[in-house]
C-alpha cells in the first residue's frame, strides 16, 4: 500500500517463485512524476479491470493503450522511463510478471504459442500482441479464483500455476 498526496495504491501480490501474481487499485492525481530504471526485461501478462489503460511502450516509442475490460501479454526490455499524470487516473489490474528464466522455459514447453516473445526476449526488444484483447467471462474468473487462492503450501503453488498457465492460453487463444 502506497498512499500519498498525489498517488495511492493498493495491491496484493502473491511470489510463486518463477512469478508473481499481483492485483489491486490505484489512483494517480494530475502532477505525479516519476521514473523508473530497469536493469532486467519485464514479462508482463495484464488484465485492465477497471479505469484508464495502462500503456505498454515500445523500444521504438511507441505506444499502445490497454483500455478497461481489455487484456495483453508484453515484453518490455530494460530500459528507463518517465511517467507524469496529466491529469487524475485511477483503475484496477490484475497482473502476472513472469521471470525470465520461467518464462523462458514456458516458451520452450509452448514454442507455438510464445515465440514471438521469446524471441523478444532474447533480443532485448519490444513485444506486444498487435491489439489488446477483450477479457472474456472465463479469464475474469481465473483472475477472481486466483486472488481467492493465496499460497496454500505445495498443492496451492501447483493449482496457481496451471490456472497462470490456462490464463496465458486464453488470452493467446484469441
Given at each position: 500500500m ?34 523508473l ?38 515484453v ?61 467471462p ?37
Amino acid at each position: 500500500m502506497l498512499d500519498t498526496e498525489l498517488c495511492s495504491c493498493r495491491y496484493t501480490t502473491v511470489d510463486a517463485g518463477g512469478y508473481q501474481v499481483s492485483w489491486g487499485a490505484y489512483a494517480y492525481r494530475r502532477g505525479l512524476e516519476y521514473s523508473l530504471t530497469s536493469d532486467d526485461p519485464a514479462i508482463t501478462l495484464f488484465l485492465q479491470l477497471r479505469g484508464l489503460g495502462e500503456r505498454i511502450a515500445s523500444d521504438r516509442g511507441d505506444t499502445r493503450a490497454v483500455r478497461a475490460g481489455h487484456a495483453n501479454l508484453a515484453v518490455t526490455p530494460a530500459t528507463t522511463a518517465r511517467f507524469e499524470a496529466r491529469r487524475d487516473v485511477d483503475g484496477a489490474t490484475f497482473e502476472v510478471l513472469f521471470s525470465r528464466r520461467y518464462f523462458t522455459g514456458l516458451a520452450m514447453r509452448h514454442p507455438r504459442l510464445l515465440e514471438h516473445f521469446a524471441h523478444a526476449l532474447e533480443q532485448n526488444r519490444f513485444a506486444a500482441l498487435p491489439a489488446s484483447v477483450p477479457i472474456t467471462p472465463e479469464m475474469w474468473g481465473i483472475a477472481q479464483r486466483l486472488q481467492r487462492t493465496p499460497d496454500a503450501g505445495r498443492a496451492g503453488s501447483l493449482l496457481l500455476e496451471s490456472t497462470v498457465t490456462q490464463l496465458v492460453a486464453l488470452l493467446l487463444g484469441q
